[in-house]
Every structure is written in C-alpha cells, then in structure tokens.
Nanobody, 123 residues
Framework: QVQLVEAGGGLVQAGGSLRLSCAAS????????MGWFRQAPGKEREFVAG???????PYYPDSVKGRFTISRDNVNTVYLQMNSLKPEDTAVYYC?????????????????WGQGTQVTVSS
C-alpha cells in the first residue's frame, strides 16, 4: 500500500510560481511512475507531469511544457515546480502513483492518489 500526501498549494498572482510536494510512504518500487494531475471545476482530470521513480526523462503535455518541472529527491518526495502560472492553471492538483512501468497520461492507469491541493492563480 502506498500513501501520498500533497502540500504547497495556495493563491498566487499570474506570472508567479509555486512548488508542490508529494510525500510518499509505503513500498515504492523502482519502476513506479509518479504523476501530477489537475482538475478544474467541471473539467476532467488532466495529466500535467510524470516521472519514473528510478529516474529517466520526465514527460509533460504541451499545456505546461517549459513552465512545469517534476522532480524527486533521494528519499520519498516528488515535487512539481510551477512557473509562469496562468489563471487557467487554477485547479486542484493531485499526486498519483502508477504501479506498472511506463508513463501514462490517463488517470485511470494510476493506482494510488493523494487528497489533492488547491492552486488558485489570480489575474
């Protein structure tokens, strides 16, 4: 069993930055994929970043590429650095873990989820 706890959300002005963290506990396999998703009111959950726990190149959709960066420390935490934030980035952000190797943009492929953290970008 894996537990994920996000932190770092808040209110920021457009053009600002936030860093989200996701503390993982339980058994994290080296092949696990760690992903960040977001969900705005009335919209589907959207993939914004993913990385394989053991390393390798992260993956981003075009909507955040060049602005968001996913990383992990050597212990148990995954980060999402968000720069040049826009009002359309406003959403609840979720950390997720996928057991099977391979980054996926589909939220249904992920097995474990955090509780989410609110990010609000004002114009």
């Amino acid at each position: 069993q894996v537990q994920l706890v996000e932190a770092g959300g808040g209110l920021v002005q457009a053009g600002g930055s936030l860093r989200l963290s996701c503390a993982a506990s339980g058994r994290i396999g080296s092949s696990y994929v760690m992903g960040w998703f977001r969900q705005a009111p009335g919209k589907e959950r959207e993939f914004v970043a993913g990385i394989i726990w053991s390393g390798g190149s992260p993956y981003y959709p075009d909507s955040v590429k060049g602005r968001f960066t996913i990383s992990r420390d050597n212990v148990n935490t995954v980060y999402l650095q968000m720069n040049s934030l826009k009002p359309e980035d406003t959403a609840v952000y979720y950390c997720a873990a996928k057991v099977v190797w391979g980054i996926s943009i589909n939220y249904s492929d992920y097995n474990y989820w955090g509780q989410g953290t609110q990010v609000t970008v004002s114009s």
